[in-house]
């Protein structure tokens, strides 16, 4: 499948944190077609499919991305029908006055904008309005409202998968966009002779602490893993960050294994993949930092793809990135024997 309609695939199920099963049921089948097999999901909601090697006794790679998205959920009704939220993840609360919408109910959805005190009637202009202060407006009374809508229903944005000159935009890249690389890692791993088993781990509740990271590791039985997250993008608002279309972003720092690093690395080298790296001198603010510690200790790396405006209602990556972190893994797999390999 091309990647870009692949992408769009993940992207199209609304799966916020702790509510992962639309885009989970996506993942499962995508994993099946890719020559998966024994695809289950733990008590936490995670996904793991094996891609067997056919070796006996083979080494475990894990490769693991996040599917759950930031989101918000309603807390209470206003007077005037509007409904109060609470986030769901980290958001830039900057971006949302005015956005569009989708209340999830029992009902069925309900289209709303996001809406606050407009700018003429605000003293201090300086300062952003905070979320306790915004509010959805569904266009209802109270009285019709609380007939639509309970207290606990989720929230999404209306933003759509599109097509920019030499890159995408949408919702939730972070981190369906890791998921869509490792479905494509797969596809090129057909084309190889490897050793080593592929654990395809797709993680949930990243964004509320990550919590499906802290048992993943459990379910996998993996010898070492590699974790694929949004890295920062440099744009016209910060030059921080990794330019887009700039390849696959290697972190190296005491939360990342160097033996790993060092396969990672040389794959890059033999096989001409992009990289650059990244210095993190603690948390890594992934996934990586929880699998690292997991059990007996699991050696990690962390690869990552440019992404701008994160965790904002849209998110602009390059595919040509997310096709990079998918080749470096499948030739990581086929350099890696686990064992000596991974000893200090």
């Not at 407006?137 to 809508?149: A, C, H, P, W």
């Not at 993996?222 to 744009?235: Q, R």
Request: negative net charge.
């Amino acid at each position: 499948m091309e990647t870009k309609e692949l992408l769009k695939c993940l992207v199209d199920p609304v799966s916020i944190a702790g509510s992962e099963q639309s885009v989970g049921e996506v993942i499962k089948k995508l994993l099946a077609e890719n020559g998966c097999e024994n695809i289950r999901t733990d008590r936490m909601g995670n996904i793991i499919g094996e891609y067997k090697c056919g070796k006996e006794n083979a080494p475990r790679l894990m490769l693991e991305a996040h599917m759950d998205e930031i989101g918000l959920m309603v807390s209470a009704v206003s007077d005037e029908g509007s409904l109060l939220f609470v986030p769901i993840g980290g958001f830039d609360q900057k971006v949302l006055p005015g956005s569009e919408v989708t209340v999830h109910s029992e009902s069925g959805d309900i289209y709303g904008i996001i809406g606050a005190k407009p700018p003429h009637l605000i003293t201090d202009r300086s300062k952003a309005v905070k979320m306790q202060d915004m509010s959805v407006d569904i266009g209802l009374s109270k009285e019709e409202t609380l007939k639509r809508v309970k207290i606990g229903d989720l929230i999404s944005f209306n933003t759509y998968f599109t097509l920019l000159e030499g890159a995408v935009a949408g919702r939730c890249f972070d981190d369906r966009a890791g998921v869509c690389a490792i479905i494509k890692a797969l596809e090129y791993v057909k084309a190889l002779k490897i050793e080593c088993d592929i654990i395809c781990a797709i993680t949930v509740q990243e964004e509320l602490g990550m919590r499906g990271a802290r048992v993943i590791c459990e379910s996998a039985k993996c010898d070492a893993a590699i974790c694929i997250d949004a890295g920062f993008g440099t744009s016209a608002n910060s030059s921080e960050g990794f330019d887009l279309g700039s390849g696959v972003v290697v972190s190296v720092g005491p939360n990342l294994h160097p033996k790993l690093n060092k396969i990672i690395f040389d794959a890059a080298s033999e096989y001409k993949i992009d990289i650059t790296t990244d210095v993190e001198n603690g948390n890594t603010g992934t996934n990586a930092w929880e699998v690292q510690v997991a059990g007996l200790g699991v050696p990690v790396a962390l690869l990552s793809f440019p992404l701008r405006y994160m965790h904002s209602t849209y998110e602009v990556i390059d595919i040509t990135d997310i096709e990079a972190i998918a080749q470096l893994c499948a030739y990581t797999a086929l350099k890696f024997k686990g064992g000596e390999q991974l000893c200090y």
